[in-house]
């Protein structure tokens, strides 16, 4: 409640429409704010809140569509490849809200996509609503949210599913916040997507391969669990990729950074991913790969 009527309050005083809770143009919202004249919730483009609620609601149902195309139930998937469908769940939804926001900032004039109401109601959208909708009392009631919820419910994580899948997305949220308003530049976005891919996919590839393991211990929880070198190598080979790829798409990095980054990036990623708590490795690669993409800048710039 508190974080709901901070963001509201925060929302409204800042720099976009005047627009309250009326989806209405604003013919003088311009030169004064954001140039944005188009209809606006709470002072921010209609169309942000409609895409994000859009991708809450049926993103996972369009993956979940695709598979059974394939051939692959519902209740097979969440029988014999929970571990997957819950890693190719959190790769896309990730991407989709780092790639929503960005389109809407090429899109709509005036939006900022790295504006700070923008990224909160965000994180609020996707760590709290969510957390709300996949809570017992409702998902009990609601069967489209009790679908959702199983294919996330991983059996080694149970009892602490919803814990741990809400206390590494304020992990991921506020590294995300942090590092959009540190830095001077879109490196963060290079980050994001090692963690989203790095991450993503050295759980079915440990799964599928993994042969030599070690253990990690879980989050504030006395368990452990196992994690192999196989994992570990498609961590690192993933994130040399995405910052190449990054690096190319947000242009900031000299030649001579590029380089130093495929170096130092990975293996500090690659590290991170190996010592982070169970289910706070999203986080760990994220941070440490953010924060060496800032020093390579700084140094190599």
Known sequence: TITGAFLVAGTLASHYCDDFLFFEEDSDCGESDSDYDGPSFMTIPIWFWLVQLFLLFFGNMIIRGFLLCCGLTHEVLCQYY???????????ESFFILMANIILEYTLEGFNAEDIWIVLWSGWIWLFLKYVFLSQPVRE???????????IDRPEDRP?????????????????????FVADNRQYVTAVLIGIFADGIAEPVGIAFGKHKYRVKAFMVDRWYWRSY?????????????????????RVLSDLAIWMAIIFVPPVATLAEAVSPHTWDNAAIIASSGIM???VDLVFR
Do not use: C, D
């Open 82 to 92: 929970v571990n997957y469908i819950r890693k190719l769940h959190q790769m896309v």
């Open 141 to 151: 009631k609601v069967p489209f949210f009790m679908r959702e919820f199983q294919a």
């Open 160 to 180: 602490y599913t919803l814990f741990w899948l809400h206390t590494e997305g304020v992990a991921v949220w506020t590294v995300i916040f942090l590092l959009i």
């Open 230 to 250: 196989e994992g570990s190598a498609a961590v690192y080979l993933v994130s040399v990729a995405a910052v190449v790829g990054g690096s190319i798409w947000t």
């Open 293 to 295: 993409l800032q020093l």
